[in-house]
């Protein structure tokens, strides 16, 4: 295969008839030795770490997919780690949707943690890394071509379906959904599906005892609920 893009947990690439898959590596985000999915660096690796991410998944694509919910997931391939996926144009934006305060707002607005939002609190960032991925608006979505007039909102209303359906499934696990951030992508017509990953490394959970576990070990705790 043919490597189109190389990410910090995943690689795009295509084969000869032009299908498209992501590879999930065993890289972590985080820095200074902590893991954190809101990192934009790389802070280590863990062996058999991708193909747990691509079980999971899979297991949540599958489950948007039932609710009614669009996602570029075609198939997988855990044991070579490859997610078959749709051809998409995925601009370079992350949509969050947050029901408690956490990690970056915290920082930029001076808050304290685990603060509730009745509705959910919803932000678009431009992803660059050397800006540390900035807070967008519609307007500028617009004039920078990344979207269509109509596609910010569009997604917003599809960012919080996801959101209720991925709640709803980790509290039947006995986990509290923090926030999470998730891409989108549109076909040739604009039809919008979820696209990327769901998994630890775009959620925060927290546990029945308070604790809000890395990515690495909530893996581990949802792969024991969905085996």
Aim: net charge negative.
């Amino acid at each position: 295969m043919n490597t189109l893009y190389n990410g910090k947990t995943k690689s795009v690439l295509t084969d000869d008839a032009g299908e498209v898959y992501l590879f999930f590596k065993d890289d972590i985000t985080g820095e200074d030795g902590v893991f954190d999915p809101g990192s934009n660096t790389v802070g280590g690796s863990v062996e058999g770490k991708g193909k747990i991410g691509l079980t999971i998944s899979k297991y949540f694509f599958e489950l948007m997919e039932k609710n009614g919910i669009p996602t570029h997931y075609l198939g997988a391939n855990v044991d070579e780690g490859l997610m078959h996926v749709r051809k998409l144009t995925v601009p370079a934006l992350e949509f969050v949707l947050r029901y408690f305060t956490a990690g970056s707002m915290c920082k930029r607005f001076t808050l304290d943690e685990g603060i509730p939002f009745d509705p959910p609190y919803l932000e678009v960032t431009l992803k660059d890394d050397e800006q540390g991925d900035p807070l967008i608006s519609e307007r500028l979505c617009l004039m920078k071509g990344l979207l269509k007039e109509g596609q910010y909102d569009e997604a917003l209303d599809v960012l919080v379906r996801v959101g209720e359906v991925l709640r709803d499934e980790l509290a039947k696990m006995n986990f509290t959904l923090i926030d999470f951030k998730i891409e989108f992508g549109y076909d040739e017509n604009g039809k919008i599906y979820v696209a990327d990953e769901i998994t630890p490394d775009i959620w925060r959970i927290r546990d029945e005892n308070g604790n809000i576990p890395n990515q690495v070990d909530a893996s581990k705790l949802i792969l024991e609920k969905i085996k």
